[in-house]
């Protein structure tokens, strides 16, 4: 009998449609006319056992008892699913062959290991159980990937990574949450001070950003614009580029500081002959934006549509288990394996025959193109977020699923356009000596941007009443003037007028649901040393697809984080703790030295215990810095009772110690131990998910 693990009920009925029928329905399993049977996890069945189980002293929290390490890592069935585990414990025992078809990622991965470790799966069973990866929950995929299932030993490495990580945000959270919150006890904050590796650099970043706000001082600058004329009456504008003489006048950034010297430029230009000194035109090409991750598509609905990240995670949930008109949408990936194409015109035809608006202003899309996105050597676990073969019933679908498919459908058919062209004009004016430029552009060929033709209208109308001047630096528009009458190189011009644009320094803005995720996505710009900027630039930034939409939600939660209009901004507790922390708690500095070394134990670069012992190292010598000295930042801040949340069953790891990397219950590996013990043990995950995704990030905790 072969037995498929899913990782929950919809996946494994999924499974179950495209096998033989007639099928017989069990209670928590499905048996096909093969008898072979099809099962599920609801979420995690097995959880982190509480300090408590390695030692009944540390139900309490004291500071003595710190740091606490387990010699053997325990877990324990969770109370609420442990039917179904009794389920699975004796389908596992009746079964010839397993097949671990958790979520194709970290956390599917340990989902489904933990339990057959747990159970005690050993021997030629263990070693030849097998891995079912899907992504796409239509049957027809879900037949393809039943053809091609691979061996659970292949995903060792991966898993040991995942297992490290687990453990170390285990210990990290649990510890510094224990002693932080008994130390700020002492300061009289009776609440529990949650700790953890991800969350609490996240945190850091929010409050220095508003640190730098209270503390910005505006100051003006000044630019100067020149109104030209050629001998045809065609105006154009340009702006003055300042020489190295102006420099001691200037700031970092460039912007000129001294009114004086600005008003004697205008004063020179004006009413003055001007020549055109450099002209260039340039044909330049912009291929299609690539499909979504997670992420990218996160940070997209949020400008778009005000959608926080946790909307998103669950609308696409939605889509992918409910509805099976999207992919796997905990991707990291925005490429596409390169077989992956053959499907195009099938995903092609669902998309335009559900949801013809999105081509009714542009050609039709060409199959036989192949955009950049299909490149398997930048996809792993997963590709990007892109639509199935099932066309859509748009009236069937909410206003916020409607908005990611059609988000998500319009990227993927974009692939299937050519690139963008346009020529590019830039010019140079010499006017009394000094140097002037502009730039503007002309389509020659629209290409995909067919695809987004209304929407860049839209921008385009909003913004028609800002000037050359005032253009949107944030965007590549804001580099160009509108139209440009046709120059040559040597042509005498007239300086009607010079015109002084005065400025005011603006202070960097509060974060949002976009610009947070999008500092999470590229943490390195926030870190100085260039080393550990280079290690970040290379793994996926702060917390992970699946869980950063759980991270922010925890720091609302905790009472760390409040929102002022569309504005994320640090409480008083907030600020409170992360100044009461050290430098290396709150930055992503330490989170990016994990990073590689878990990417390496992946690689089979690193062992698991050269990746375990420098951390305990490291986390002895942080609790020994807590004991030195009180939290005063904290004074005068009041909690949520210390004694009702230290005590409470789940208090410890509802205050932090349940998993940095995802938000979610820090998992651990075999029943016996070490990462070695067994494959399967060596293959769990340390980002496993929560029973339902809706759920998963409602419940998500310490993001270490």
Known sequence: MILYIAEKPSLGRAIADVLPKPHKKGDGFIEDANGNCVSWCVGHLLEQAEPDAYNPEFKSWKFEHLPIVPEKWLLKPKAATRSQLAVLKKLVKQADTLVNAGDPDREGQLLVDEVIAYLGVTGDKLQQTQRLLISDLNPQAVKRALSQLRSNREFIPLSTSALARSRADWLYGMNMTRAYTIQGKKVGYQGVLSVGRVQTPLLGLIVRRDEEIANFQSKPFYEVLAHLVTDKDQAFTAKWQPSEACLPYMDEEGRVLAKGLAQNVVRRITDKPAEVTQLSTKDKQQNPPLPYSLSALQIDAAKRFGMSAKDVLDTCQSLYERHKLITYPRSDSRYLPTEQHGLASGVLAAITGGAPELVAQAEAPNPRLKSKAWDDKKVDAHHAIIPTEKQPNLVGLSQRERQLY???????????????????????????????????????????????????????????????????????????????????????????????????????????DATLLSAMTGINRYVTDPEIRKILKETDGLGTE???????????????????????????????????????????????????????????????????????????????????????????????????????????????????????????????????????????????????????????????
């Open 546 to 704: 699946a869980t950063r939409a759980g991270i922010i939600e925890l720091l609302f939660k905790r009472g760390f984080i409040q929102r002022q209009g569309k504005s994320i901004v640090a409480t008083e507790v907030g600020k409170g703790l992360i100044n009461s922390l050290p430098l290396s708690a709150t930055t992503p500095d330490m989170t990016a030295l994990w990073e590689a070394s878990l990417n390496g134990i992946c690689h089979k670069e690193i062992s698991y215990q050269g990746f375990m012992q420098p951390l305990l190292g490291t986390l002895k010598n942080l609790i020994e810095n807590a004991g030195a000295q009180l939290p005063s930042a904290l004074n005068g801040l009041k909690g949520q009772g210390f004694k009702r949340a230290a005590t409470k069953k789940s208090g410890y790891r509802k205050a932090g110690a349940r998993g940095a990397a995802g938000g979610k219950k820090a998992r651990t590996g075999a029943k016996k131990g070490n990462a070695s013990n067994s494959a399967a043990a060596s293959t769990t995950s340390t980002t496993a998910k929560p029973t339902a995704p809706r759920r998963r990030t409602s419940k998500a905790v310490a993001q270490a």
């Open 406 to 512: 059609l988000h998500i459908a319009r990227q993927y058919l974009a692939q299937f356009y050519p690139a963008y062209c346009y020529s590019e004009t830039t010019v140079e004016v010499t006017i009394e000596g000094g140097l002037f430029k502009t730039k503007a552009k002309q389509d020659k060929s629209l290409g995909w941007k067919q695809l987004f033709a209304r929407e860049e209208n839209e921008r385009k109308d909003a913004s028609s009443t800002a000037s050359f001047v005032q253009g949107d630096n944030d965007t590549e528009e804001g580099e160009y003037v509108g139209q440009l009458p046709p120059l040559t190189l040597g042509q005498v011009l007239h300086c009607h007028q010079g015109e002084l644009v005065e400025k005011q320094t603006q202070p960097p803005k509060a974060f949002t």
